[in-house]
């Protein structure tokens, strides 16, 4: 019987590790470090698809990674800016490459223009699985260069297909996702179900 309980704990302990190893190469953080000084229209970072998109015709904004100098904000690293200057319909869409769906857990932001004089509201309007959408918006104050972190609510936990960043201009660094978890409670049920032929046998 010893025997048996000391195989279903190798067996679950190592589909935890599985799982944890798994969990940390799927979930990432967008920290803009990757391509420093670019300037368009899409950009891609670990699996996250950053884009422009205007409802109607125009011009296009162009999204920027700066380090911050001058009239910016500045955390020492690179980070992502947008200001809507030509195309007053314009804004940023994220989403994975593979298509996948996901969650949002925080992000950190700052106006792009400083000093400022006023707060920045900063709209995310997410789009889930059953065509539903959530929203949170984060306010920066004004007449400061510190990026601030905020947290996403729990509507924006999981589900996600896209996410619109509605806003006239916005300064952004370290986004954190995580992938759905959908997976994960598959991976609970092989857990379970292991454990199970473990017991059985053990008992025969």
């Not at 470090?33 to 884009?51: C, K, L, P, R």
């Not at 309007?125 to 004004?142: A, C, R, W």
């Not at 409670?185 to 059985?200: N, Y």
Request: proline share 5%; hydrophobic share 45%; net charge positive.
């Amino acid at each position: 019987m010893k025997m048996a309980v000391t195989k279903l704990r190798l067996a679950v302990s190592i589909l935890i590790l599985i799982s944890g190893i798994t969990m940390a190469k799927a979930q990432g953080t967008i920290t803009f470090d990757a391509h420093n000084n670019w300037v368009g229209t899409n950009y891609v970072e670990s699996g996250m698809a950053f884009q422009v998109v205007l409802l109607r015709g125009g011009s296009y904004d162009y999204m920027g990674i700066g380090y911050g100098a001058g009239n910016t904000p500045y955390n020492g690293t690179p980070w992502m800016g947008w200001i809507r200057q030509n195309n007053p319909y314009g804004y940023v869409s994220l989403s994975l490459t593979n298509g996948s769906l996901f969650g949002l857990t925080s992000v950190q932001l700052a106006d792009p223009i400083y000093p400022s004089a006023s707060p920045l509201s900063i709209s995310w309007v997410g789009h889930l699985s059953n065509g539903s959408t959530v929203t949170n918006i984060f306010t920066t104050p004004g007449n400061t260069r510190a990026f601030l972190n905020f947290l996403f609510t729990s509507d924006f936990s999981s589900g996600l297909t896209s996410v619109d960043i509605l806003a006239p201009r916005w300064a952004m660094d370290n986004l954190v996702w995580v992938p759905e978890p959908g997976t994960w409670a598959l991976l609970a049920v092989g857990v379970g179900m292991l454990s199970c032929v473990w017991f059985r046998s053990s008992k025969k």
